[in-house]
Antibody
Framework: QVQLVESGGGVVQPGRSLRLSCAAS????????MHWVRQAPGKGLEWVGV????????HYADPVKGRLTISRDNSKNTLYLQIDSLRAEDTAVYYC???????????????WGPGTLVTVSS | DIQLTQSPSFLSASVGDSVTITCRAS??????LGWYQQKPGKAPKLLIY???TLQSGVPSRFSGSGSGTVFTLTISSLQPEDFATYYC?????????FGPGTKVDIK
């Protein structure tokens, strides 16, 4: 069955960097675009960014553009999110999510990981 | 960016009630709209995509409708496991966006 498991979260000082990972299994990882979505404590869902199945195309939300980098290693079935210059407002649970279809089209998310909490605090 | 608003923000209902949540888009998005359910401490779950198509495994008491700028999610005969927060999402134009959520609570 499809499984997504995030890791790499924790307490980080402002200004530092962090790399989150999302290990995927149970589907052909290299065929699907993958997304990151975050949720600040007690708040709603915020889309962060996407990477295409082959890693060649990426899009980011404006608030994080320039500080976040999404990458993937299809040989390891793993998705990554690098966050630089961490700010207090980056404190959130970060989810990786799989697109519903392997073909280009609307980006709905049918599988999500359980999330990993990033807390930015000195 | 396409903004999504939801109403109401909070809804109190009883088991067996029928409830409707509305999502409005700041511009027309055809039928490109999804609905997700999220329970505390859990990841969201896709309920409906393409405005009205039920995701596999989702009970038929959930239904969606709408197109353009106004969409609705209806839960007929609320069950105890349906008390959660519901989000709409537009999937077609970057940046992808979610509505602010509607919390459905037990009366």
């Amino acid at each position: 069955q499809v499984q997504l498991v995030e890791s790499g979260g924790g307490v980080v000082q402002p200004g530092r960097s962090l790399r989150l990972s999302c290990a995927a299994s149970g589907f052909t990882f290299s065929s699907y675009g993958m997304h990151w979505v975050r949720q600040a404590p007690g708040k709603g869902l915020e889309w962060v960014g996407v990477i295409s199945h082959d890693g060649n195309t990426k899009h980011y939300a404006d608030p994080v553009k320039g500080r976040l980098t999404i990458s993937r290693d299809n040989s390891k079935n793993t998705l990554y999110l690098q966050i630089d210059s961490l700010r207090a407002e980056d404190t959130a649970v970060y989810y990786c999510a799989k697109e519903v279809t392997a073909v280009a089209g609307p980006n709905y998310f049918d599988y999500w990981g359980p999330g990993t909490l990033v807390t930015v605090s000195s | 960016d396409i903004q999504l608003t939801q109403s109401p923000s909070f809804l109190s209902a009883s088991v067996g009630d029928s409830v409707t949540i509305t999502c409005r888009a700041s511009q027309g998005i055809s039928s490109y709209l999804g609905w997700y359910q999220q329970k505390p401490g859990k990841a969201p779950k896709l309920l409906i995509y393409a405005a009205s198509t039920l995701q596999s495994g989702v009970p038929s008491r959930f239904s969606g409708s709408g197109s353009g700028t106004v969409f609705t999610l209806t839960i007929s005969s609320l069950q105890p496991e349906d008390f959660a927060t519901y989000y709409c999402q537009q999937p077609n134009t970057y940046p992808l966006t979610f509505g602010p959520g509607t919390k459905v609570d037990i009366k």
